[in-house]
């Protein structure tokens, strides 16, 4: 019975081919397109969770509270937070501490003379790769790190150096900007670290290679290892089984108040002080958790995520319906072999059998076809995502657990009720002809395709919504011009001498200047679009007199008297830096920093004097636009511009040069050939500001084009189904389309006729979809500081779109109903 249950099954589906490519096309795209989600949402979710002991392992972050207010987080912490804390606390089994100096000192390895500027280079503590399970190819995890100067590269980074000779004893010099030069030894070969880590470096360099430094009369332990106040290291500790989080959290404060006492809550007047608290994170919950300064990596997008699962429900839900549709739809034309099938003895078990075998093998073809195109298709949609995405589902037993369960799923959701419909039809009235007349689940297939409708509303409003929020954040004003702006990092291999420093600065900044491609060149200790790492407090007075509470927090931009025509930042009034008087002890505020010191106007705020740290007083001398030193998904910072001290080389960070779009090639070169001869053994590397901080935006570009592409989807699956529903309908109606153009009807009264009832369902269901589609756009602008109105446009353009694509689906079988000849329509049945 099985065999001609399976022959009958693949007979219906090879004399019926448009409809089986309809059904079996659509369900494959929804497959695939749930498979691509589900390996995207995998990954995501799978962030440090390869670590075996991920589950006890948790970072210490920094929350820094100022006059009783939170004002910002940091996922690093001190230097002794590490060591202390496994001393003090038994609930503590180990630690590891990292110094990311690729992102702090602009390192350089050399290598035979060859030099590679490594930004992911960092120091860790030796217990690196005992804590976390980073697979060593060459080297042993409890000693790799274990002596000063030695170095573990990952395979890339071997091959990239060393080619194919062993690395293992082999030797590489690292260089920083503090002018530190550690000869190290290569004692260890790692894997690349997979995608799925927050912790990418490709170079370690053992920590304790740091304690033979010395800054003045400190010596390198007691700057790395016991130092209380620069917050520039990552510690993670690993656990006991079993622990209270919130008992050893508790115990942080008094630690802190007993090796860091000048930051406790209350001082001896009683009056409060800023603070510090430190809080644990767990591993496993970092790349989706809070955005804190100093990440040694981007966060995952929740958000994304989220939509990106729901969508993929959308697009199966949408495919099953569609095989619900046309089955119910096109019982009349397999109502007679239902008829002769009981006449002959069979039973009603038996036709559902039947039909649901058929919805079944349907899914299977569609299963088979799904998982090759999600294969084909997962490099596009890796680099759409801006992930490294490998199709790995099909290697784990849930995975052909997840398939089996969505092939009978699908083959019960999608064939359930058809097979009941087509089951119950009435041998004697189906062998009459009169089953045309019997609307048979008319009523369901109104639902299902308001409901298919509904969606896509939402699905075009979100993608609507998401477009004309990236298009207002890229058109709106910065308070500076990115534009034709390139971008150098200061020297990492200089001379020690601050006045030689100095003089290569002014040297380099005076030729690149004479050249008449290049308009402007100025020096900072920042520049748009890389995150304010800290904070400075100020006041109107001196916090001895005022306390805590008059202390407002604010960033700073040190820069030399050319940073504000360089990025053509409006000064609104005052003036700007002038080298040729004593400026040091000047500051010019941005239009919020204004604000934020309660000035009420800027005739008010110039001339004054304010207190940085509440101490050192400076003449306020001109107020600009706000800048958007990050993206405009945040407000404006408070922000102040403070000048460069003489020799303060430390202060000139980034090298910014505006250039005329006129032989850009050439104008490179000769940067490059000057750089070369002023700053030997230092790469030119160097980046246009405009690409730099629009990348802020690729997270949100990337959730608008993904989004975009599986609502396009989902709603093409939509349209599959309309076009077949469509079909049958209209050929159900042939008879009818004759006789009413026989009676002198024209093709638009046809046409309407045939489309006006899918035109009612779409307002139906833009009633529904878009009050739903409002409040969750609603939701998702909350997450910007600076964002659309939503309008009228919000419910035209979706409605709009909807009601072409149905227009446009039917019109492709009510066109060829309404020009078809009257004779032809008359002769059918």
Request: with cysteine; proline share 3%; charged share 20%.
């Amino acid at each position: 019975m099985i065999k001609n249950y399976l022959i009958t099954a693949i007979r219906n589906l090879l004399r019926n081919k448009t409809y089986s490519f309809l059904n079996i096309f659509g369900l494959a795209i929804g497959i695939t397109a749930s498979i691509l989600i589900l390996e995207y949402v995998k990954l995501e979710q799978s962030y440090d969770r390869f670590h075996q002991k991920s589950e006890n392992i948790y970072r210490i972050n920094t929350d820094y509270i100022r006059g009783g207010k939170k004002i910002y987080y940091s996922a690093s912490t001190f230097a002794g937070v590490g060591p202390t804390f496994k001393k003090e606390l038994t609930e503590i089994k180990e630690y590891v501490k990292v110094y990311n100096a690729g992102s702090w000192n602009n390192c350089v390895v050399e290598i035979n003379n060859r030099i590679f500027k490594e930004k992911k280079l960092m120091f860790a503590t030796e217990a690196f790769f005992q804590m976390f399970s980073f697979s060593l190819l060459k080297g042993d995890p409890s000693k790799v790190l274990s002596q000063p100067n030695t170095v573990a590269i990952s395979a890339t980074m071997a091959k990239k150096y060393f080619g194919n000779s062993n690395p293992i004893g082999q030797t590489i010099t690292i260089k920083d900007e503090n002018f530190n030069r550690d000869l190290c030894r290569v004692t260890g070969v790692f894997e690349d670290i997979p995608e799925n880590s927050h912790l990418k470096t490709e170079v370690v360099v053992a920590y304790k290679t740091l304690f033979k430094r010395t800054r003045g009369d400190r010596t390198g332990r007691d700057i790395y290892e016991n130092d209380w106040d620069a917050n520039r290291y990552h510690t993670y500790v690993l656990l006991h089984d079993n622990i209270n989080l919130k008992a050893v959290e508790a115990r942080f404060s008094g630690l802190l108040d007993t090796y860091k006492p000048r930051y406790k809550a209350v001082d001896k007047n009683g009056k409060r002080k800023r603070t510090n608290h430190l809080i644990l994170q767990s591993l496993t919950n970092i790349h989706f958790g809070e955005d804190l300064l100093h990440e040694l990596e981007a966060g995952g997008n929740q958000q994304l995520t989220d939509f990106l699962q729901v969508i993929a429900l959308f697009i199966l839900l949408i495919a099953w319906i569609n095989y619900i549709n046309l089955s119910t739809a096109r019982a009349v034309h397999r109502a007679k072999e239902v008829g002769i099938r009981k006449v002959v003895g069979g039973v009603k078990r038996q036709l559902i059998g039947q039909f649901l075998l058929e919805a079944l093998l349907l899914n299977m073809i569609a299963v088979w076809l799904a998982i090759w195109l999600a294969d084909l298709l997962m490099p596009f949609f890796s680099q759409l995502a801006g992930k490294n995405i490998v199709f790995t589902l099909w290697q784990t037993p849930r995975f052909g657990l997840g398939i089996v369960a969505m092939l009978l799923l699908g083959a019960f959701l999608s064939g359930l009720y058809p097979a009941f419909v087509l089951s119950s039809f009435q041998p004697v009235s189906v062998l009459k002809g009169k089953i045309g007349k019997v609307g048979k689940g008319l009523t369901l297939r109104k639902g299902l395709v308001i409901f298919q409708f509904a969606a896509s509303v939402m699905l075009i409003a979100g993608t609507v919504a998401v477009y004309f929020q990236m298009q207002y954040l890229k058109n709106q004003d910065l308070g500076f011009e990115p534009e034709q702006t390139l971008v150098l990092s200061r020297p990492s291999v200089n001379d020690t001498a601050n006045q030689v420093r100095e003089n290569k600065l002014k040297l380099f900044k005076r030729t690149l200047l004479e050249n008449t491609h290049i308009k402007n060149f100025t020096s900072s200790s920042r520049i748009p679009g890389i995150r304010h790492l800290r904070g400075t407090g100020i006041s109107r007075q001196k916090t001895i007199a005022t306390g805590i509470e008059g202390v407002k927090v604010v960033h700073f931009i040190v820069t030399d008297k050319d940073f504000l025509d360089t990025y053509r930042i409006k000064l609104i009034q005052g003036r700007k830096f002038d080298q040729q008087i004593a400026d040091t002890s000047s500051v010019i505020l941005s239009e919020t920093a204004l604000k934020e010191l309660d000035f009420v106007s800027v005739e008010d705020a110039l001339g004054k004097t304010v207190y940085l740290y509440g101490e050192v007083p400076r003449k306020v001398i001109g107020i600009t636009q706000d800048i958007h030193q990050e993206s405009l998904e945040k407000a404006a910072f408070p922000t102040l511009f403070l000048p460069a001290r003489p020799n303060a080389h430390n202060r000139h960070t980034f090298y910014s040069v505006r250039l005329k779009a006129q032989n850009l090639p050439v104008t490179l070169g000769f940067i490059q050939n000057q750089w070369d001869k002023i700053y030997p053994g230092n790469p030119f590397e160097y980046f246009f500001l405009d690409d730099f901080f629009n990348r802020q935006y690729r997270s949100s570009q990337q959730f608008s084009q993904v989004f975009g592409v599986f609502a396009g989807l989902a709603i093409f699956v939509a349209c599959l189904g309309l076009f077949g529903l469509s079909s049958f309908t209209t050929f159900q109606r042939t008879k009818e389309v004759g006789i009413r153009k026989v009676l002198g009807a024209s093709v638009k009264n046809i046409m309407w006729l045939l489309t006006k009832n899918f035109l009612q369902l779409t307002f139906i269901a833009s009633l529904i979809a878009l009050p739903l589609a409002y409040w969750g756009i609603q939701q998702w602008l909350q997450n910007f500081a600076h964002r659309i109105t939503i309008g009228w446009w919000l419910f035209a353009i979706p409605l709009g779109l909807v009601v072409l694509l149905t227009v446009i689906t039917v019109s492709f079988q009510t066109l060829k109903a309404a020009w078809s000849n009257p004779v032809d329509s008359l002769r059918y049945e």
